[in-house]
């Protein structure tokens, strides 16, 4: 087939604009062939769950679905009864970004706490579940925070560890929306389990997707008694895949070895790269860079003419009085070239706008 797109063409809108690794693509081929047992019943599907347990504990039980959307979905049906509500960052994708699937799919209202960079302050839980603790308002069940956060941030052992001590005191659960997990767990240094399960939270929306898979992700839940109706979730949310073997195949290869650690330190490393960059191009960074995306300040017009030519997200409109707010993302494959090309550019236009002021 004649590629019906340009793949010379580079940008930093996102990571799901990125292909797949060839070490996933390469594990879809090997999937291929012959005939295994549909919908879950196949040797991908069980050898990933075991490559699970081996990441995130030896009790946890998984659910292999097709989008980050549906896994959230799937995963916060699970941990809430009907009658309650889940807390988020007033950043979060599923509140934002998800076209109000949870509610839309779960019936289950989304109610936003503040914060700082994208990150949740454990002295703001409390108050929250106590105001929701009458019989006018959906009680909190779950907490769902993001990892590494929709602003770039990643939580610290020590804070996700008082978020889920808080929210355990209160009887609330813990969900991680994992999207960029690997990213935040290579920034910490440590495993995808200890930045979660063995921190206590209850059940993870593990991203392959954004991370060099190409539709691959998976609920994974700490201990089955927290979710026991996750398995029958699946289907009527429209997350369960027939031919199961290619999304676990491609789960299998990111996560039965070490290729999660390669494509995320590769794609953190171009973000940490990108940031001197531009700093150094006279662009102010405007949040910590702490995985792969990199949050800058730029005049409007520079903006619109330098995504026109390196594609990215403008992120806030009404930032400051002289500039918007972008988003530039960096994936597993982004190169030197790629970042110090974008530098450049917005260098360049940087350099026309000073002329015409």
């Excluded at 779950?142 to 889920?164: F, K, M, N, W």
Aim: glycine share 10%.
């Amino acid at each position: 087939m004649i590629p019906l797109h340009d793949p010379t063409v580079r940008g930093f809108a996102s990571d799901n604009a990125a292909g797949m690794h060839p070490e996933v693509l390469a594990a879809l081929g090997s999937a291929n062939g012959g005939h295994v047992a549909s919908y879950g019943g196949d040797p991908y599907t069980a050898a990933l769950r075991e490559s699970l347990r081996g990441h995130f504990g030896p009790d946890v039980v998984s659910a292999v679905v097709l989008t980050g959307t549906g896994a959230n979905v799937t995963a916060l049906q699970a941990l809430t009864s009907r009658w309650e509500s889940v807390l988020s960052s007033d950043q979060a994708h599923v509140l934002h970004d998800e076209a109000g699937g949870l509610e839309h799919v779960g019936g289950t209202k989304v109610t936003a706490l503040p914060t700082r960079d994208g990150l949740v302050d454990p002295g703001d839980v409390e108050p929250a579940v106590r105001s929701a603790d009458n019989p006018m308002r959906a009680p909190v069940g779950v907490l769902t925070l993001t990892q590494s956060s929709e602003l770039g941030t990643a939580y610290s052992l020590e804070h996700l560890r008082d978020l889920v001590r808080v929210c355990h005191g209160l009887g609330v659960k813990v969900h991680v929306d994992g999207a960029r997990l690997s990213n935040a767990a290579v920034s910490l240094g440590v495993g995808l389990g200890e930045t979660t399960t063995a921190l206590g939270v209850d059940a993870v929306s593990l991203g392959g997707t954004k991370n060099g898979g190409g539709f691959a992700e998976v609920v994974v839940v700490r201990d089955p008694s927290v979710a026991p109706g996750l398995a029958r979730l699946v289907k009527p949310s429209m997350q369960q895949s027939s031919k199961t073997r290619f999304v676990s195949a491609q789960l299998l290869a990111l996560f039965g070895g070490d290729l999660w650690q390669r494509t995320a330190s590769a794609a953190n490393a171009a973000a940490a790269r990108l940031a001197g960059a531009v700093t150094a191009a006279g662009v102010r960074v405007t949040r910590p860079v702490q995985a792969n995306a990199v949050f800058a300040e730029l005049p409007p017009a520079v903006a619109a003419r330098a995504a026109a030519r390196v594609p990215f997200h403008v992120w806030d409109t009404a930032y400051s009085a002289t500039g918007v707010e972008v988003r530039l993302v960096t994936s597993f494959d982004t190169t030197d070239d790629d970042v110090d090309g974008l530098a450049a550019v917005l260098a360049e236009e940087l350099a026309r706008e000073a002329v015409r002021a």
